[in-house]
């Protein structure tokens, strides 16, 4: 019971950094003095420009947070629903953070690289070792 009590907390933060990550993209806030993450996004930036780029990513990251803490109530509901709903937000937030990558490997960190770590070890868990059980 620790263990679900402990996925279910840590879904619903992971959806949280998520939604830091959209306000830093909408400018509300820095995360960090000097972060520009969207901007310099290699698939949208040039085509849409820096400003609408933001707007997409916070849009998108709204909704990976959404996910995130849907499956986190769907760990403490004990609904069946919480697996795919967390598999599809852990792929979508990953895809996120790939696709608004400004295609440099400086300051991974402030680009999303851990949560796409996080992300990857999520799917780990929930597809492949089918935890918990």
């Known amino acids: 019971m620790l263990i ?3 996925l279910g907390i840590s879904l619903i933060l992971h959806g ?3 939604l830091l990550y959209a ?10 003095p000097g972060m520009l993450w969207p901007d310099g996004s290699w698939l949208f930036s040039k085509l849409l420009g820096d400003g609408t780029t933001r707007y997409l990513a916070c849009i998108a990251l709204a909704l990976a947070a959404l996910g995130f803490m849907t499956g986190g109530l769907g760990v403490f509901l004990q609904q069946d629903w919480w697996r795919p709903v967390t598999v599809g937000a ?7 953070f790939i696709v608004f990558w ?5 300051s991974l ?3 999303g690289g851990i949560g796409v770590l996080i992300d990857l ?3 780990l868990l929930v597809l492949i070792l089918k935890w918990p059980s």
């Open 109 to 111: 960190d402030d680009k």
């Open 16 to 18: 949280l950094v998520h």
């Open 90 to 96: 852990a792929i979508f937030s990953a895809a996120i």
């Open 121 to 123: 070890g999520i799917l």
């Open 102 to 106: 400004d295609g440099k490997l400086q």
């Open 4 to 6: 679900v009590i402990l």
């Open 23 to 32: 306000g830093q993209s909408w400018r509300l806030f820095e995360l960090r």
